[in-house]
């Protein structure tokens, strides 16, 4: 009959329940516990096991480049940074409002460690984020002009709560590069949170996207419902050495992280 029930079990992709069943069922003729609650132990099994890979499957469709957390952030060491305005960040309000995050500051002042660190927070408690550095987003809008699936890209963009945008600063744009990044954030308008990353005050993005009227819509949208916080402090990245980077396990989750939303070790933040 076990052999039965694995089968039948793995058969409905139930794999939590399949896990668990040796040993329930061990443990329920051991303590003579009644059909209702050995159902519902497995039940909680299987939950806890969908939660697991759905955790899993978020973190590694957000393509996170380094496994940082807020808690590790190091706050002694940046106090260009208010880390009660950070930490009331974690209770995700913004997104349910959709409101924009802004950080702006020098090279190696953390913006990156919080954006980051938002956005896996994000994904702990169940929303679809995305992480791009600014060239390579570019670059796919760019690409997805050849081959005519520009629409189909920005509307999976426009749906990613919250889609972070790391290091927006100097780059080569094209001009259809800047029309399809205006037409993503006109999408995600009101409607989704997007984190951005940059060494460049907005008045400075006039020079960056070229075209006047674009960033006098694009400024209009971004700050209309945004919290803006710039960081003026030393170089974390002249403190210690750097961290290789790593992209997180796929898949690879204990039951703690599915429980704790901050289970990473420490690393540098930059």
Known sequence: MREKLQTLLTQLHFHGMAAALDAEIERAEHEATPGCEFLYRLLCAEAASRRQRSLAYRLDQAHLPWQWTLDTFPFDRQPG???????SLT???????????????????GKTGIAIGLLREACLNGYRGRFYSAQALLDELYASLADRSTARLLKRLSRMQPLLIDELGYLSLKPEQVNAFFRLMDERYNRVSTIITTNLEP???????QKKSLVDALLDRLQHHCITIRIEGPSLRSQEPAPPASNPSHGQLDAAAVKSPRPSPRRRHS
């Open 91 to 109: 209770d995700l309000e913004f997104l349910r409002r959709a409101d924009n995050i802004l950080l702006i500051g020098p090279p190696g002042t």
């Open 81 to 87: 940074i208010n880390k009660a305005q950070i930490n």
């Open 203 to 209: 008045p400075d993005w006039y020079e960056l996207f």
